[in-house]
């Protein structure tokens, strides 16, 4: 008997499928993250550069594009297209909109479509976290932890350090919008009895942190002085554009991917282009995960993650097991309806057996 290929199918996964797949599993997504960063540097994966929708007339807002193909146990190629619309926050909708093709590496047919945002925001923050626990090894002081921008990456990223079990000795929070310090410092005492003080500027909660996290949507460097880093923090540069030249010049850089990283002004990329070199870089999250860079102790040590396309499919084709395995696998009955190649159709009752 003539085996004929099963018809593709193809699923959609709403956010809500998301957020069960991913609910409470935050160590393990933690542990998934790391895995993607090892086949990153070691080789396997391919990752091209992210691509920039941005429009003349509103330069504030952008959509993104980031391909990827992850090997490994993960096996799987896909996109995600993620929109960035801050003026969406003063309307009650989030920033961030997104969403995840995932591609069958045999056939190249998508299988998937997810909702993106609940996965960008989980991998960002299990990269942040991992990061902080890889980069802050023989620091006697990282107790006081200081959130600059207070959406929601950041509760992310908060929940993430949870559940790594940071130990929080004390919670800052500065925002330039007061109702979202507010609104932050609810949501974080309905889950922890960290105490958390706010902070009237930039300065006064960099002096006072150990280590911080920048989660703004500043498009330009706002933090300049070195000085306020003379405490050798820990400082996890999520947002990218938030520190001056002078400021990556006093620390000791390390990035997620060199190539990514500097692209798009941030503020690695604009320390390149003043300095014409690369040499303020100390190495990568891989680098550091595999012993090759010991992170000093002494110095300010800033993290720069791009955010890799292949943390998002790792994660995506997870959420994918996990709704398969769970029976919540929503798939379109004949999403794909043209199977005719030359006089033979893919039949399903036919199905390879
Ligand atoms: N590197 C990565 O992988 C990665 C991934 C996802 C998001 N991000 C970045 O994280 C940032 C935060 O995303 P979000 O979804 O939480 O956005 P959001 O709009 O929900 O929150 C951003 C907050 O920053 C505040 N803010 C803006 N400028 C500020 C300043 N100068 N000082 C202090 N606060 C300021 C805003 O008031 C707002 O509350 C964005 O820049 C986004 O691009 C990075």
Known sequence: MTNHPAPP????????????????????????VESAYRLHGSGDTVNPPSYFLRFPD?????IIALPASVGGDVKSAGIK?????????SAGLPRASAVLLLNDLG???????????????????????LAATQLSR???????????GTGLIARYIHTYFAAADWPFERIGVYDTSADRVRGFSEQLRTTSRTPIVAFDSAQEIIRASDVIV???????PHVTDPAWFGHAPLVLHVSLRDVSTEVVL????????????????????????????????????????????TPPT????????????????????????????????????????????????????????
């Open 250 to 293: 006093s620390a000791a850089n390390f990035v997620d991917d060199v190539e990514h990283c500097l692209k798009a002004h941030t503020s690695v990329h604009l320390t390149e282009q003043r300095t014409g070199s690369r040499d303020f870089l100390d190495g990568t999250l891989y680098d550091v995960l595999t012993g090759k860079v």
């Open 138 to 148: 023989g620091r006697s002081s990282v107790g006081r932890v200081g959130f600059i």
């Open 214 to 220: 920048f989660a703004t949507t500043a498009g330009t």
């Open 107 to 129: 056939t190249g047919y998508p299988y998937a479509c997810l909702e993106g945002s609940v996965i960008s925001a989980s991998r960002t923050a299990a990269s942040a976290a």
């Open 9 to 32: 199918s193809f699923a959609v996964i709403p956010g809500r499928s998301v957020q069960a797949a991913l609910a409470g599993r935050e160590r393990e997504v933690i542990e998934l």
């Open 298 to 353: 002494d110095r300010t040590v800033l993290f720069s993650p791009f955010g890799l396309g292949v943390l998002d499919l790792a994660l995506g084709a997870f959420v994918h097991g996990e709704c398969s395995r769970t029976g919540e696998l929503s798939t379109i009955d004949g999403f794909f309806s043209e199977l005719e190649t030359h006089g033979t159709t893919v039949r399903p009752e036919v199905r390879d057996v």
């Open 81 to 89: 297209w993620i929109s960035s619309f801050p003026d969406n926050v």
């Open 58 to 62: 509103r330069p504030k807002e952008r």
